[in-house]
């Protein structure tokens, strides 16, 4: 399964964007990881194939998950981003795990997309 991100760039404190995520197969879950500079690795959002999502702490009730089947495609949509929130997001995906399982633990999945930069200015 390949996985093509797109979306990203640059945004003021308060804005929003959208990432997507197309997959030439079909996996469990799907959403994504997202890394800061100098920081590890860490989970963001998940999204399972019957809907079920599931958020860390840090981006839970901003950012929103959802999944277009007829597209196999995911988005994430980030509202009222933060400096913080400044990383390379990562999609990925996997044939197994649940998408609280995806958040939870160390990050790890099947597939991987490439990274795609979101900056958020102060």
């Known amino acids: 399964v390949q996985l093509q991100a797109s979306g990203g760039g640059l945004v003021q404190a308060g804005g929003s964007l959208r990432l997507s995520c197309a997959a030439s197969?079909?996996?469990?879950?799907m959403g994504w990881f997202r890394q800061a500079p100098g920081k590890e690795r860490e989970s963001a959002a998940f999204?399972?194939?019957?809907?079920?999502?599931y958020y860390a702490d840090s981006v839970k009730g901003r950012f929103t998950i959802s999944r277009d089947y007829a597209k196999n495609t995911v988005y994430l949509q980030m509202n009222n981003l933060k400096p913080e929130d400044t990383a390379v997001y990562y999609c990925?995906?996997?044939?197994?795990?649940?998408?609280?399982?995806?958040?939870?633990?160390?990050?790890?999945?099947?597939?991987w997309g490439q990274g795609t930069q979101v900056t958020v200015s102060s």
């Open positions: 197969g079909r996996t469990f879950s």
């Open positions: 999204i399972d194939w019957g809907g079920t999502t």
């Open positions: 990925a995906a996997d044939k197994f795990r649940t998408p609280q399982l995806m958040v939870v633990e160390t990050p790890l999945a099947d597939y």
